[in-house]
C-alpha cells in the first residue's frame, strides 16, 4: 500500500497521457494518525515547527511537508486560526456579491478532468450572445453585484478583441459590476492564437476594462501532473508568468489549488512554493483558495480516486493558511465544500467566504453544486462567531453597514497601489 510518506518521497508511476488505463487509478490520500507523532524524534520536530509558526516565522517547504504528513489536525487549525486572527483580527469574514458567466464552453484542450467543456460542433457546445449575457449582467446589478467572473473554454475562433468588445460594453453599462475573467491559460491561449505577446494581450484588455483576473487554471502547477491531467494545458512555467504579466500590468490576481487527484502530498507542497515565490517577488495575488477535484462524470474519471474527506480539505486549507504567510487572504469554497464544511474552515484559516455567484456551471457539470441564498451565507459566518461584510474584487469592504474609515482599495487602480491590506512576509525562516 502506498504511504503519504512513500508518496512524499517517490510519486506514483502514473501513466502519460498517451498510455492512460483504468488500472491506474492512483490511491486515495490517507490522513495521518495524529497519535504517531506524539513521541519520539519526529514529535520533537513537530514541536519545533509548532513553535516557529507560533512565533510568526516563516516556514519551509520541508517543515509544510512535514506538517502535511504528521501533524495533528487540531494542532493545524490552532494554528491556522492564529495566523489568521493575526492578519484578520478584527473578526471579519468577507465575501462579495457576483455571479459566474461562462461565455462559452468550447473548448480544445481537451482535460480529462473538466466536464464542462465541449468540442466545437458537438452537441451541447454554445456561445451566449451579446442579449444573453447582459440578461445575466441585469439580474446582478439588480441585487448589487460587484464582480462577474468570467471564464469560458479555449474557443479556436473568439480571440481577445471579443473580450475587449465585451469588458468595454460593460464599462460603460454596468459600471459597479467588475469584469474578473480570463485565466491564465486563456490569456496564454490568445497570446498563441494571435501570435502576439501576453503582455499585448493583457494591454488591450486591461484599457478596454478588465479589472482582474481569477486564478483558475493552476491545478497542480508541476509538470509532471499537469503532463497527466491537462498535458494540452499552460505549463507550470508559463501559468506563473502570466500571472507575472498580470501584476506588472497593474492588475491583480488571485491564485488557486485543485488537489485529489494524482498529485502527492509533496506536489501540493511544491504548488504552495511556487506561489509563495511568486507574491514575494510581486505582491500582486489578492488570495488563495483551494478545492478538492469533483471526479464524477468528467471524461477521464477511471483516472481518479475517489473524492477527498473533509479532513483532507482542510488539513490543505490550514496549512495553506500557515506557508502562504505572503497572502491576506484565505478563500474558502462552499461551491464545491458545502456550507457546514466552509463554515467549519473559517475556523482552519479562511477568512473569506467567496462569491455568491448566482450560478455554477463548471463543478456543477461535474455532479457538485451547493449555491446558497446570500442571507443563508451571511447566517453561517455569523453562527460560526464572525462578522460578514461585502468587499470587492480587490478586498476593499463595500458593505452599507461598514462605518470605520479604512475600506481598503475601492478600484482596480486602487487595488493595484494598495498595500496597507497585503500581508507582509512574516520574519526570518528559510524559504
Ligand atoms: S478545464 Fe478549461 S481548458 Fe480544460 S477542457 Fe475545461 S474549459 Fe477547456
Request: charged letters at 25%; a neutral charge.
Amino acid at each position: 500500500m502506498v504511504t503519504p510518506s512513500d508518496r512524499a518521497v517517490a510519486p506514483p508511476a502514473l501513466p502519460t497521457a498517451s498510455a492512460r488505463a483504468p488500472s491506474a487509478r492512483p490511491q486515495d490520500w490517507i490522513a495521518p494518525r495524529a497519535h504517531g507523532a506524539r513521541h519520539g524524534a519526529r514529535a520533537s520536530e513537530l514541536e519545533r515547527v509548532y513553535g516557529q509558526i507560533e512565533d510568526g516565522a516563516r516556514i519551509s517547504r520541508e517543515e509544510a511537508l512535514l506538517l502535511h504528513e504528521h501533524a495533528d489536525l487540531g494542532e493545524l487549525m490552532r494554528l491556522a486560526d492564529l495566523v489568521r486572527a493575526r492578519l484578520h483580527p478584527q473578526g471579519w469574514v468577507t465575501y462579495i456579491v457576483d455571479r459566474n458567466l461562462n461565455p462559452t464552453n468550447v473548448c480544445i484542450t481537451d482535460c480529462g478532468f473538466c466536464a464542462f467543456y465541449r468540442r466545437p460542433k458537438a452537441e451541447g457546445a454554445y456561445t451566449l450572445s451579446r442579449e444573453e449575457i447582459d440578461a445575466k449582467l441585469d439580474e446582478l446589478a439588480a441585487i448589487g453585484g460587484r464582480q462577474v467572473l468570467m471564464q469560458g473554454g479555449h474557443h479556436p475562433y473568439i480571440k481577445s478583441d471579443w473580450w475587449c468588445e465585451l469588458v468595454a460594453h460593460m464599462r460603460v453599462k454596468y459600471p459597479d459590476i467588475n469584469p474578473h475573467a480570463l485565466s491564465a491559460p486563456e490569456l496564454d491561449h490568445f497570446s498563441r492564437i494571435e501570435k502576439r505577446p501576453v503582455e499585448d494581450v493583457l494591454r488591450d484588455l486591461k484599457a478596454a476594462g478588465l479589472g482582474s483576473v481569477p486564478g483558475a487554471g493552476a491545478e497542480i502547477l508541476t509538470e509532471r501532473v499537469r503532463k497527466i491531467i491537462a498535458p494540452k494545458k499552460t505549463s507550470t512555467e508559463r501559468w506563473l508568468d502570466v500571472h507575472r504579466k498580470v501584476h506588472e500590468s497593474g492588475l491583480r490576481s488571485s491564485a488557486t489549488m485543485m488537489f485529489g487527484h494524482v498529485e502527492t502530498a509533496a506536489e501540493r507542497i511544491e504548488h504552495l512554493g511556487v506561489l509563495r515565490d511568486l507574491q514575494d517577488e510581486t505582491g500582486g495575488f489578492t488570495a488563495f483558495a483551494s478545492w478538492n477535484m469533483q471526479p464524477e462524470g468528467v471524461p477521464e474519471e477511471h483516472l481518479y480516486p475517489e473524492k477527498t474527506t473533509p479532513a483532507v480539505y482542510v488539513r490543505v486549507q490550514s496549512i495553506a493558511r500557515i506557508f502562504l504567510d505572503n497572502f491576506a487572504n484565505m478563500q474558502t469554497s462552499y461551491v464545491t465544500q458545502g456550507l457546514k464544511l466552509a463554515q467549519a474552515s473559517l475556523r482552519f484559516g479562511c477568512n473569506d467566504f467567496g462569491g455568491t455567484m448566482m450560478e455554477e456551471n463548471v463543478v456543477s457539470a461535474a455532479g457538485c453544486f451547493h449555491l446558497a441564498p446570500i442571507e443563508r451565507l451571511e447566517h453561517q459566518i455569523r453562527r460560526a462567531g464572525f462578522v460578514p461584510l461585502r468587499r470587492n474584487s480587490w478586498y476593499g469592504i463595500v458593505d452599507e453597514r461598514f462605518t470605520e474609515p479604512q475600506r481598503g482599495p475601492q478600484s482596480r487602480e486602487d487595488g493595484a497601489t494598495h498595500r496597507a491590506w497585503t500581508a507582509k512576509p512574516a520574519k526570518g525562516g528559510r524559504a
